[in-house]
């Protein structure tokens, strides 16, 4: 059996057509029809394929309590959905790993699914990461800035880890599709999109940041912290100004 993939959508010809796609791909498929139905569900899948507009409430309500599900916060969601403009692409790649417009092409569906699902495997080069007083942790998947938690997304975990570990390097926002989306199927605004939720969330002044900040005509980094000293630990893969990396083991 395949991996697991939840489709959330009370439309049969929709849900005909995907259950075919995955099932043709050797995916394993439930269905739902609406919010209530997949909260009532114990099991954990590997990717859920969400609509926005579900009988119960707005698929963006949904997804937010998938976020803060124990069970489910880690799982990546991919809205597909015929609400498709800018305002409510961006609203959904707010929560979601990646948003498909309806109607959409089956092949396509696919090789994004695919592309989520690779990043959702892929291992972090460590266990515990610290950047002044930004801490990450891959194990939990946990961010805490001054020591508090901060909630976020598997894509906004990748791309703020992948920033900490080029502590002070400037990106362009196709190197950090390449590094952390797959870049054929993602647009560079959803980089920009990304960058400002997470600024939203680590940042005490989101428009004045002072950990994800861009740099005019050239891209984003993550600044190193002013002033901070050497850490230095014997478990310690690398050490830079202000920030530790202890592997994972």
């Not at 005909?16 to 099932?23: G, M, N, S």
């Not at 309590?65 to 959904?92: D, K, M, Y």
């Not at 190197?175 to 980089?191: C, E, G, H, S, Y």
Request: charged share 25%; glycine share 6%.
């Amino acid at each position: 059996m395949g991996p697991m993939i939840f489709v959330v959508d009370n439309d049969p010809a929709a849900v005909r057509l995907l259950r075919c796609t995955l099932e043709a791909e050797d995916f394993t498929v439930r269905t739902f029809s609406s919010a209530a139905e997949l909260l009532d569900q114990r099991m954990r899948p590997h990717l859920i394929l969400l609509d926005r507009g579900l009988p119960d409430c707005d698929g963006l309500e949904l997804c937010a309590e998938i976020r803060q599900s124990p069970l489910w916060a880690e799982v990546p969601v991919i809205f597909v959905t015929g609400r498709t403009s800018e305002n409510e692409r961006v609203e959904g790649l707010r929560l979601a790993d990646d948003y498909v417009g309806k109607p959409f092409s089956p092949s396509e569906l696919v090789a994004r699914i695919e592309a989520v699902l690779r990043r959702s495997r892929q291992p972090e080069l460590f266990s515990r990461l610290t950047v002044g007083d930004l801490e990450l942790d891959s194990e939990s998947m946990q961010v805490h800035v001054q020591g508090r938690p901060v909630n976020v997304t598997l894509l906004e975990f990748r791309l703020l880890a992948y920033l900490a570990m080029n502590l002070g390097k400037t990106f362009r926002r196709e190197q950090l599709l390449n590094a952390v989306w797959d870049a054929k199927f993602v647009t560079p605004r959803t980089v920009d999109v990304h960058i400002r939720r997470l600024r939203e969330k680590i940042e005490s002044r989101p428009e004045m940041p002072r950990y994800v900040q861009t740099v005019r005509g050239r891209g984003y980094r993550l600044a190193p912290p002013v002033a901070s000293p050497l850490r230095e630990s014997p478990r310690m893969a690398g050490t830079w100004s202000g920030l530790s990396m202890r592997p994972a083991v």
